[in-house]
């Protein structure tokens, strides 16, 4: 089955930097790779999501890129603030688990004022 | 966007009962949905998956007889957590599949936190 691996585990930046969390995936036939926001005690929220058609999505202040030959995607966030302090987790699915989502172990992000 | 609800939002039991939790797609029809676990400071962890008028798929290590899951109608899931111990308290989150067009998207309900005293 599909297996998702994201580093690091933990961020900090300071306020205004970029931040950038990877993952690498390993069923080639996943197709669909959302992002997830989840702060504490709260469901995740997706943020961004890119599809196996396309190599790079943005979305204001975030972006996401994909690399289908390598197997990773990488979450990009520019101009941080405090407010984007939670725990990101990268997914994968449509692969052979069909619509079975696999997180990743996730990323908690410190943004420092 | 599309809207899952769980219920109860938290729950407090004693050890040795039951306790039944309940996912809703209130705006749309989804045929698969899925459980998922998170302990304090961990990922999502994928417990199984719910198909509408079928029995569910459970992932490795998930106990069926345990954790009973039941798909009876297109909007409404439920997962019953059999003789509750403390190592099962945790946040149980699920999801439902939306199809629009040629796309599937995951909605997330907002979680059920479980306390086994």
């Known amino acids: 089955g599909e297996n998702v691996e994201q580093h690091p585990s933990t961020l900090s930046v300071q306020e205004g930097d970029s931040a950038v969390i990877k993952c690498t995936y390993s069923?080639?036939?996943?197709?669909?790779f959302p992002w997830y926001k989840q702060e504490l005690g709260k469901r995740p929220q997706l943020i961004i999501d890119?599809?196996?058609?396309?190599g790079e999505k943005k979305d204001q202040r975030i972006a996401v890129t994909l690399n289908k030959t390598a197997k990773h995607f990488s979450l990009h966030i520019t101009e941080t603030q405090p407010e984007d302090s939670a725990v990101y987790f990268c997914?994968?699915?449509?692969?052979?688990?069909?619509?079975?989502?696999?997180f990743g172990a996730g990323t908690r992000l410190f943004v420092k004022a | 966007g599309a809207v899952v609800s769980q219920h109860p939002s938290r729950v407090i039991c004693k050890s040795g009962t039951s306790v039944k939790i309940e996912c809703r797609s209130l705006?749309?029809?989804?045929?698969?949905m899925f459980w998922y676990r998170q302990f304090p400071k961990k990922s999502l962890m994928l417990m199984a998956t719910?198909?509408?008028?079928?029995?569910?798929?459970?992932e490795q290590g998930v106990e069926k007889d345990k954790f009973l899951i039941n798909h009876a109608s297109l909007t409404l899931s439920t997962l019953t957590v059999t003789s509750a111990h403390p190592e099962d308290s945790s946040f149980y989150i699920c999801?439902?599949?939306?199809?629009?067009?040629?796309?599937?998207?995951?909605?997330f309900g907002p979680g059920t936190r479980l306390l086994v005293l």
């Open positions: 999801s439902a599949t939306a199809v629009a067009g040629a796309q599937e998207t995951q909605y």
């Open positions: 069923d080639s036939a996943s197709n669909y």
């Open positions: 890119i599809r196996s058609n396309v």
């Open positions: 997914a994968a699915l449509g692969g052979t688990g069909g619509f079975k989502t696999i």
């Open positions: 705006d749309f029809q989804a045929t698969t």
């Open positions: 719910s198909n509408e008028g079928s029995k569910a798929t459970y």
